[in-house]
């Protein structure tokens, strides 16, 4: 059976469009009920953002085989056990007649503080791998085949993220890649690494301007770093777990 990318660049470019317009919805609502969480704190805290590529991902497993699957959105059945600690919260959890199948990230950044937050976000992904592996190599999620992990990050398409960033490290060079990058080549580096040493089964980065609330606009570094990777090799996965149930 071929598999289903549910026509994943329309809905890509629209879960963009709500992306932004959800920002800006949440920044003019709390401002006009005059409460201090304003500027881009507001339209963070306002949370749903990324519900699109939420969205997307169901339609995925819905159209290779899953239909019967468990997909968990809401907070309160969003946890897993981890090794280093106890739970981790996720954004979307796929389980199928008791068997985690799939648990992946949804994240996003807006200027203007890509700096600390960029390295917080690296942070976060290799702790949550880390931690959500060994638990697994643990028997946390009991005798099962190896689920899919995703992370994927939105960014502003901005001047301060395609600039380029100088380092300060005194006493030992910072690898060569790292030299003279801009924010957004940092996350597909990040995005490279993250798949290279097996944290996460697919990593992707997309780059989004904010005019891109008309339109949905959106680029990807190269291919591998690329929502039609993630989405091609999540689909894959989701069809040969179909496939194990016979």
């Known amino acids: 059976m071929a598999l289903s990318l549910a026509n994943y660049e329309t809905k890509a470019r629209k879960a963009v469009k709500s992306f932004w317009t959800g920002r800006d919805e949440a920044r003019l609502k709390q401002a006009a009920f005059g409460r201090s969480d304003q500027g881009e704190r507001a ?10 590529f939420i969205s997307l991902m169901e339609d995925l497993v819905r159209g290779n085989g899953l239909k019967s699957a468990d997909i968990h959105l809401s907070r309160r059945v969003l946890t897993l056990p981890g090794f280093f600690r106890p739970t981790k919260l996720w954004d979307m959890i796929v389980m199928d007649r008791g068997v985690l199948v799939a648990a992946l990230e949804f994240k996003s950044q807006v200027g203007p503080s890509f700096g600390n937050n960029c390295n917080n976000r690296a942070e976060e992904s290799i702790g949550t791998a880390h931690d959500f592996w060994t638990a697994y190599r643990e028997g946390a999620f009991g005798d099962m085949p190896r689920p899919f992990l995703g992370w994927l990050m939105l960014v502003e398409d901005a001047e301060a993220s395609r600039a380029p960033v100088r380092d300060y490290s005194p006493h030992f060079p910072v690898f060569p890649e790292f030299r003279n ?14 798949m290279h040493e ?10 989004s301007p904010r005019s891109s609330a008309k339109d ?11 929502l039609s990777s993630f989405v091609s090799t999540f689909a894959g996965h989701i069809a ?7």
């Open 43 to 52: 339209a963070v805290t306002a949370g749903k953002n990324m519900n699109g």
């Open 181 to 194: 990058s801009s924010y957004l080549d940092r996350y597909h580096l990040l995005c490279k690494k993250l």
């Open 198 to 207: 097996q944290l996460y089964t697919t990593a992707t980065v997309l780059a």
């Open 216 to 226: 949905g606009r959106f680029t990807c570094h190269d291919d591998m770093t690329s």
């Open 240 to 246: 040969a777990a179909s496939a194990r149930k016979g």
